[in-house]
């Protein structure tokens, strides 16, 4: 694993530290065996033993080993899959691994370049960028990996549709707090420059100086009674245009997942699909996952869920490793993370998360 502590913006925090037994009550000897099983595993996969750890470089006997394995045990940090199997970490094991042992290094200044090259490509198009930083972790991380949309609070500015050609055009909303959001929209049938134009000038006229939130409803009805008055293809174009933000309630925020195919890599996948087909389940929970990474928000740096510590992945046994994103002022849009086996490996993920969270946070204020 890496040779240094977090980095301070890194910030890991745990919503339950409170829980379980502390590093306090451990001596030299424990601390020093459950560490090595804990790092065993987390790089095998596999139960650890006595004889193992005993060839390791411990200065004890097997039988000495076997008797901390066992207040450990009691303790509730390990447990056993069969009866004469080693020993491998409980969820609150792992818990107090990565809250107090875990040494995490950086990310690499080639992996650094890529990733701010990856993000930076789409320029503002934040869709894109939100679909783009989901794949860089699926593919670095080996989880997979999710981003929460923000949650639009701000006033919106000015609304402009950009011809893109006979079949689609660009929808620009510009909010009060700098951020511009694009989105393309396929163009009804027979629009014209001046339809678009009228369009723009609607929106313009309704939603300067409100939320896309407030807006929504009085939008609607606006759009019934101003029928008469606009052109076919330009209520056609407002309605679309609509329909593309999103923003919002949870149900009308998107969820982005990618890389699904990397939990079923892993040798634990092989032996457990049922684990596996109860977490794709849980990957379907929209708005629980939402509500999930939306905590994320709370804290300034990343963030760790382990197993049963959260009621969403209580029978898949996962993990989540999230940060939240944010502008220059530091107001958290939304979150990014990573979903995958609690035997994640958090010394490399933690500081993946963090750094694209950051530059993820910083392509979105540009």
Do not use: C
């Amino acid at each position: 694993m890496g040779a240094v502590r977090a980095q301070p913006q890194a910030d890991v925090t745990s919503p339950f530290l409170a829980r379980g037994p502390s590093l306090a009550e451990l001596d030299e000897r424990a601390r020093d065996i459950f560490r090595r099983i804990v790092e065993s595993y987390l790089e095998t996969g596999e139960p650890v033993g006595s004889r193992t750890l005993s060839k390791s470089g411990i200065t004890l006997s097997p039988a000495s080993i076997r008797n901390t394995m066992q207040d450990l045990t009691q303790l509730g940090l390990l447990g056993a899959p069969h009866v004469s199997a080693g020993r491998l970490p409980t969820h609150a094991g792992l818990r107090l691994f990565v809250d107090g042992l875990l040494e995490v290094g950086d990310v690499a200044e080639e992996e650094r370049r890529s990733i701010e090259a990856r993000l930076r490509a789409h320029g503002r198009n934040f869709e894109d960028a939100l679909n783009e930083a989901s794949a860089i972790l699926s593919g670095l991380a080996g989880g997979a990996g999710v981003v929460v949309t923000p949650i639009r609070d701000a006033g919106v500015k000015h609304v402009e549709f950009v011809s893109l050609g006979v079949e689609r055009t660009l929808a620009i909303m510009v909010f009060e707090d700098g951020t511009v959001e694009n989105r393309l929209i396929r163009l009804p049938a027979g629009v014209t420059p001046s339809a678009l134009t009228e369009a723009a000038n609607f929106l313009n006229a309704r939603l300067r100086g409100r939320t896309l939130a407030e807006a929504k409803a009085d939008l609607r009805q606006d759009l019934e009674r101003a029928r008469r008055e606009l052109d076919e293809t330009a209520a056609r174009l407002v309605e679309d245009g609509l329909a593309a933000w999103g923003g919002g309630d949870d149900d009308e925020r998107a969820l982005i997942v990618r890389g699904r195919a990397n939990l079923l890599e892993t040798r634990e996948a092989a032996d457990d699909l049922e684990r596996v087909r109860s977490l794709f389940e849980d990957l379907e929970h929209k708005e629980q996952l939402i509500q999930l990474l939306d905590g994320v928000r709370d804290g300034q740096g990343v963030r760790i869920f382990i197993g049963a510590e959260t009621r969403l992945f209580s029978l898949s046994g996962s993990a989540v490793i999230a940060a939240p994103y944010m502008t220059g002022s530091q107001r958290v849009l939304g979150a990014i993370g990573v979903i995958g086996p609690a035997r994640l490996n958090y010394a490399r993920v933690i500081p993946l998360v963090d750094y694209t969270a950051r530059v993820l946070g910083q392509v979105m204020n540009a």
